[in-house]
């Protein structure tokens, strides 16, 4: 072995560079490129330019009054900004839901209803020993701060008209709350598979252009653009959410998180309609938003009540989590015109059987609780809630507590004096008691039922009987469980 081997001489990283950028194997590139400036064999001297340049920048700034002008354009940057008003993109509409909302509508900017803003702030508070946070107290403070960017809006120039959406809204309580957005001038869709309600709720809006009615299972997605969603989609009487419990459950699990998904999507606020179920069977009474409940997670109305827990569950998540405007109602037993006739809530029943004279069926021994809403109270806390400034949950419901018995008597005093009362046993999980406290709704929402058990009846009953005498057949599709 020579020297020379054990020492070879060092690779001319020329040549190196040279082979990656040209490989050898490529006839057209085997000369050194033009404007190379790696020091190489026919490169050896760096160009004059760059080395003045590069070396002296500060000299290169002086030269030729450039600095000069650099001074003239910051200075009439200056007074452009100063003088010249920057007109703000809408303070209520945030980026990421301008971008979606064009992406999705060819309707101009003017005609679009105000938007809300989508991220609350995230500081939370205690209330009152209520034992969670209600952070929507925030959001008008947020929202306040926000509006005054865009200056003010007389106080004469009336409301935008508004585009909500209903699901379930074919249904009981659904039709009489699109009765009344429909009312005060605002455009509803109605989302609903006729599982329960009917086209005859709402065959009053038919030919309305502020109306628009789709059949659709929310179990699937849908994409609509509008600026607030009621959730109301599922069965509400036991007869109906048993009958399939699983498509109950799945209405409420899924159902309500495509309907959340969409919320999200278009920036809309969002109501879920949950139940006193979410209680089960209390034991604390009477039930205050603050009582965790006492639910029976593998009973044969579970699908319901569990249902209605976790489509809570998910709309808080989604709040605190993806900053949706959400409101929870948690509804206690409602009574009214429209509702389905047999479908095992006890009113309805009671009212059907006087009726039709047959004998009052009482489960158990009579002895058990309801609370009874009229429809039109219910209504208008729904509309409080959605429209507040309050996440909730909120009870909504008629404070005044009646046994089963006790209502048997209401019934027989308005409609039939002689109506015979029959006792059948109990069915599973039945809760002994249900009341609502509403203080909550009193103080926040300012609202508390207004229509008592013995005026609302007469109202139900009325509806009832010209349904069952008035049309035998359309009251036959009324209660027909058809999906
Ligand atoms: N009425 C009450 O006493 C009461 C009490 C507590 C809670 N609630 C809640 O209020 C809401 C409305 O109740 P209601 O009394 O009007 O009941 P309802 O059965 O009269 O109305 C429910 C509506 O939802 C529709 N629906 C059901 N599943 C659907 C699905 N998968 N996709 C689309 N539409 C579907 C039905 O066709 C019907 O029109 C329900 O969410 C219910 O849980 C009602």
Known sequence: M??????????????????????ESDPHHHHQPQHSNIPGPTNTKPQNFLSKSSSTPIRYLFQKQRLLFVLIGIAIATLFFNTVPVSLPPPLLSSTTTALFHHHSNIPDSTLPPR??????????????????????????AETESVSVGGKVPLSLPRKPLR??????????????????????????VVDNFFTGRKDNLVHHFGNPRFELIRHDVVEPILLE?????????????????????????????????????????????????????????LEHPQAESYWGNVNPIGVRSCY????????????????????????????????????IDDGRVVSNFVAQALRKEPLTVYGDGKQTRSFQYVSDLVEGLIRLMEGDHVGPFN????GE???????????????????????????????????????????????????????????????????????KDMDSGSAISS
């Not at 020579?2 to 490989?23: K, S, W």
């Not at 909504?396 to 404070?399: D, E, I, K, V």
């Not at 007469?458 to 005498?469: G, W």
Request: hydrophobic share 35%; proline share 8%.
């Open 164 to 189: 909500i959406v209903v699901t379930g809204g074919a249904g009981f309580v659904g039709s009489h709350l699109v009765d009344r957005l429909i009312a005060r001038g605002d455009s509803v869709i």
């Open 2 to 23: 020579t020297n020379n081997d054990n020492n070879p001489p060092p690779p001319q990283p020329q040549l190196l560079i040279h082979r990656t950028h040209m490989p």
């Open 402 to 472: 009646f046994t089963m018995l006790e209502l048997a008597q209401v019934v027989q005093e308005t409609i039939d004096p002689n109506a015979k009362i029959e006792f059948r046993p109990n069915t599973e999980d039945d809760p002994h008691k249900r009341r609502p406290d509403i203080s909550r709704a009193k103080k926040l929402l300012g609202w508390e039922p207004t229509v008592s058990l013995r005026k609302g009846l007469p109202m139900m009953v009325s509806d009832f009987r010209q349904r069952i005498f008035g049309d035998e």
């Open 396 to 399: 909504l419901g008629n404070p």
């Open 305 to 340: 009540d569990e249902g209605k827990r976790t489509a809570e569950t998910l709309s808080m998540d989604y709040h605190r989590g993806l900053g949706i405007e959400v409101r929870i109602a948690r509804i206690f037993n409602t009574y009214g015109p429209r509702m389905c």
């Open 226 to 282: 509008v600026d607030q969603i009621y959730h109301l989609a599922c069965p509400a009487s036991p007869v109906h959410y048993k009958f399939n419990p699983v498509k109950t459950i799945k209405t409420n699990v899924v159902g309500t998180l495509n309907m959340l998904g969409l919320a999200k999507r278009v920036g809309a606020r969002f109501l879920l309609t949950s139940t006193s179920e979410v209680y089960g069977d209390p």
């Open 116 to 141: 809300r803003v989508l991220y609350e702030s995230t500081t939370t508070t205690l209330r009152e020993g209520f034992g969670f946070p209600f952070v929507s107290e925030y959001r008008a403070e």
